[in-house]
């Protein structure tokens, strides 16, 4: 990325990321026609996601064996979405969670914002290939860029208990578009 016209926050940092325990790795996605069709459409029914689910699953396997994530759906945003931002502003206020919380970036882009033991945040931007795993009680927070559209797959231990525990730390909404 072009670090020249971003927000000093706004680097893409390997060790920082890693410093906290997060893991961050490109898993390049060859869709075949198909399903490169469904990634392109902005909104999907239940049926396309079940098939992208189904397609994109076996890509992360070795995941799901390793760390005991039994499920996985496709989130799905885009501006139609409704209450977009009024979930935006949510996903903008750093939190953990008491499981994991994994994302593979199969369409759009997004922002991370990643929080140290001494507060510092870096803001990681995320795309198609990127596979994330934030672990239990990493601070962390999301929001769009300016495209505002965004496909991902979601791997869970237990979706049951899988809520954002807020740490109220102060901080100004990460700049979409940035
Ligand atoms: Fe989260």
Redesign the pocket.
Known sequence: MDTMTSPASHVCDADFVAGIGVHWERRPLTPEPGLAALLQQPDLDHGGKATVVQAVGTMVVDECVAHGYHSMDLVVLHPGTPGLDEALER?DKP???ADD?VRYILEGEGLFGFFNAQGQERVLRVGPGDYLR?PAGVE???TLTAVRRIKALRLFADTAGWV?QYTQRPAAAMAAGS
């Open positions: 996903f939190h953990t969670h919380e934030i962390h927070r999301f954002a």
